[in-house]
């Protein structure tokens, strides 16, 4: 193992600086541009006090002007607002989950679509109690597909997958009230309820909002992760590379970016295909890169191990190198600034859904019928965009680090099977992982997830976290951007374990892991609800005695939002660097950082002060644990 030499975010910085210089020889537009035309933002939207659901507003609240015209209050006015935004990223997450039960359906032994885990399928299958002997698997992945379909509409009963939590949880959720129906309906509820002249009632909306949250985590985002891992295998560990240096200038590049993996698998698939690479060869390019961006860059690394360019705010970053041919696109979390900065380049911006359409892009449409012949026009589309390369306007930063990835539920178990002095037989279970929690070799666990966003300095709250969490054996397992702020810095390198403190460098060298474990996309959290849910099973204590904690230090989305509910809702505390539009109401700040704890034995905390957030979640980590008496 060689010395690790950490990629500091001055560095990815200094490299940012440089390919906006690029940017600006050709005019280009850039997000930290058009932040600076953005503020100060609205204070009114900011506090989230402004109500526009119905046409005798908008409405704000003001000192002189406390209710809307319709009579409701600030906290009502908070709460709808709030609702609405977990709604939002319920329906997108589980709209993404239902696209691949879609994929599934359509799955052939001979298509484009493969069982690549049929054992996968047969264990979700015999949990769902639908008969597999003797069935043709195939006609088991259609009518599994169907069954899951089923769920995001289905009249009555609660979603299946709420059975994989322990039964106190269960129960809590009972109790509550909160658990998720049908997913559409949660949904749908959400915005009936956030509706003029419904609820107005704080603990209304945020109840509802924690339920909307469940059947995402526990309803759609379970079904993407799970459907996705029976058509494209479960992931394993695996070594890859992070960051902008991944591209490469002789090559044609293709950057992958959004999050359903039905489009990226393909793209990947005929890239490494020899008449493709042929074909990049008589363009002119020595070969082909595949690299991405966001989550769909999660999942073909850690299937794959394609390597990742970047985060959500490098995504400009990967037109601006000058060496991009194609930046092809799904859904969410892409910038329609893509279009126009694509015009500044040879760029081909290729959007390819009709949930993603976007001006000045070139709308391939790709769906499961055609899915071969349109992944294959998209490598060809790029290759042969390689001669309009302007040699002159190239630069790709020497930037990248070594990451290992791959951490699935599955693989983690199996990971970390032999660390354990443990005489009876553990393995299979998430007991190694309880014994070095309880002896205190590792302190505990934090699941760090989300975005980035301009309010907080990009990535650094990501990586200087992660860095004190590790030096404090506290290991950490990440998702979505965070997960790649990670790699880019070196985090996920077998090497960042001499970053940590003795006991966690000792698991670190035993297991062969590196200190930051790679769960996954956004959608593959369900996997970390799934080891929180086992690692209360086999320890016999509920998840909120657990000293594992949730953060999301730089989140922007809707969908971070209902992430954060269902992560609370599982009674895991989460803490979040940025507010989500809630600071105009105390009754809501009490609900969500107080209240909700009765109902689910977790709340959230809101701190925008990143060395003080760390030092919360070690706090409260300590606190679990002093609870336990361990
Ligand atoms: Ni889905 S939601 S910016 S890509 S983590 Fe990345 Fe993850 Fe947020 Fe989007
Ligand atoms: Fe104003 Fe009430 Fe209409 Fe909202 S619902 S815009 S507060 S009148």
């Known amino acids: 193992m060689g010395d690790l030499k950490l990629t500091t975010v001055e560095e990815m910085e200094a490299a940012t600086a440089r390919l906006l210089e690029t940017g600006a020889k050709v005019g280009a537009d850039a997000w930290q541009l058009r932040v600076k035309n953005q503020t100060p933002h609205c204070k009114f939207g900011e506090q989230g006090v402004c109500c526009r659901i119905c046409a005798m507003g908008p409405c ?71 008969e597999t002997e003797g069935k043709d698997i195939y006609d088991l992945a259609h009518e599994m597909a169907e069954t899951a379909l089923m769920e995001y509409g289905k009249p009555f009963g609660v979603q299946r997958w709420l059975k994989r939590a322990p039964e106190h949880t269960q129960k809590l959720w009972h109790d509550a009230e909160i658990e998720p129906r049908a997913i559409d309906r949660e949904v749908a509820t959400s915005l009936h309820m956030a509706h003029m002249g419904c609820s107005s009632l704080p603990e209304a909306l945020v109840r509802q909002s924690l339920r909307a949250g469940l059947a995402d985590g526990w309803g759609g985002s379970m079904c993407g992760t799970e459907f996705s891992d029976v058509l494209f295998g479960t992931p394993k560990p695996l070594d890859t590379e992070a960051n902008l240096g991944v591209m490469n200038a002789d090559n044609v590049n293709i950057v992958v970016h959004g999050h359903d993996p039905s489009l990226s698998e393909m793209v990947c698939e005929y890239a490494d295909d020899p008449e493709m690479i042929a074909y990049a060869k008589s363009m002119g390019a020595k070969g082909i890169t595949v690299s991405g961006v966001c989550c769909t860059s999660n999942e073909v690394a850690m299937r794959r191990g394609v390597p990742m360019a970047g985060n959500f ?36 911006f290729i959007t390819t859904s009709p949930i993603a359409q976007m001006p000045d892009s070139d709308y391939i449409r790709f769906d499961v019928g055609t899915a071969a012949e349109k992944a294959k026009q998209i490598v060809m589309t790029a290759c042969e965009n390689f001669k309009n390369r302007k040699p002159d306007l190239v630069y790709i930063p020497d930037m990248k680090q070594k990451a290992t990835v791959g951490y699935s539920f599955e693989a983690l178990v199996k990971t970390l ?6 005489q009876v037989d553990v393995t299979g279970t998430t007991k190694p992982l309880i014994e070095c929690i309880t002896s205190g070799v590792i302190r505990g666990a934090v699941a760090m997830v989300g975005c980035n966003n301009p309010k907080i300095r990009p990535d650094y709250a990501h990586i200087e976290l992660m860095k004190k969490l590790i030096a404090n054996d506290i290991v950490v ?70 000293p594992v904690v949730g953060c999301a230090p730089e989140w922007m989305s809707e969908k971070a939002v209902s992430i954060g509910n269902y992560v609370v809702a599982t009674g895991i505390d989460t803490f979040l660097g940025v507010d989500p539009y809630v600071a105009g109401s105390s009754e809501m700040g009490q609900w969500l950082t107080e209240g909700v704890r009765d109902w689910v034995e977790a709340a959230y905390t809101v701190e925008t002060d990143i060395e003080k957030l760390v030092d919360k979640m070690i706090d409260r980590i300590e606190e679990k644990r002093t609870a336990l008496g361990i």
């Open 60 to 130: 704000r609240i003001t000192p002189k002007a406390p209710r809307g015209i319709c009579g409701c209050d600030v906290h009502g006015i908070v709460g709808r607002n709030y609702l609405k935004f977990t709604a939002g990223g319920a329906a997108t997450h589980s709209d993404h989950g239902r696209e691949i039960c879609h994929t599934l359906y359509e799955a052939k032994p001979d298509g484009a679509y493969k069982v690549k885990d049929p054992e996968k399928l047969i264990r979700i299958a015999k949990e769902w109690g639908v």
């Open 313 to 348: 705010l490098q995504q400009e970053n990967v037109v601006l190198t000058g060496a991009c041919e194609a930046i092809v696109v799904d859904v969410q979390c892409i910038f329609p600034a893509l279009g126009p900065l694509s015009k500044c380049f040879h760029t081909k």
């Open 417 to 422: 099977d032999g660390v354990t002095n443990s």
């Open 477 to 546: 397992v990440a998702s979505g951007c965070s997960a790649q702020a990670a790699a880019k810095a070196g985090l996920m390198d077998k090497a960042a374990k001499d970053l940590c403190g003795a006991g966690l460098k000792r698991v670190c060298e035993l297991a062969d892991i590196p200190p930051v474990l790679h769960m996954g996309s956004c959608v593959d959290i369900s996997r970390m609800m799934i080891l929180v849910a086992e690692l209360s099973k086999d320890s016999g204590l509920n998840i909120s005695q657990l």
